[in-house]
């Protein structure tokens, strides 16, 4: 089992910055891929960004150039640095990891609110 909680949710004005992180415990060296989802009300939920444990990444179109992920492997966490901030960028944001037998584990999501 791997547990999962993300942090630095809150809310800002368009064009500010946030930063989630999100810390893993648990099973931690069954983690392959981590990253984070979004849903945005009435939304399906969707991928914002993924982060192998060697650092590749893959990011959604819509965010590119303004959000990045990162991994500290050592402290078992996983961040998303947050700019240029939209209102369309207001959603919860879920932290995730794949295992390494393609299990999904998911944090409870944390509230990003973007105002214009």
């Known amino acids: 089992q791997v547990q999962l909680v993300e942090s630095g949710g809150g809310l800002v004005q368009a064009g500010g910055s946030l930063r989630l992180s999100c810390a893993a415990s648990g099973s931690i060296f069954s983690i392959n891929v981590m990253g984070w989802y979004r849903q945005a009300p009435g939304k399906q939920r969707e991928l914002v960004a993924s982060i192998t444990p060697g650092g590749t990444t893959n990011y959604q179109d819509s965010i590119l150039g303004r959000f990045t992920v990162s991994r500290d492997n050592a402290k078992n966490m996983v961040y998303l640095q947050m700019n240029s901030l939209e209102p369309d960028d207001t959603a919860i944001y879920y932290c995730?990891?794949?295992?390494?037998?393609?299990?999904?584990?998911w944090g409870k999501g944390t509230l990003v609110t973007v105002s214009s």
């Open positions: 995730y990891a794949e295992t390494w037998s393609r299990v999904d584990y």
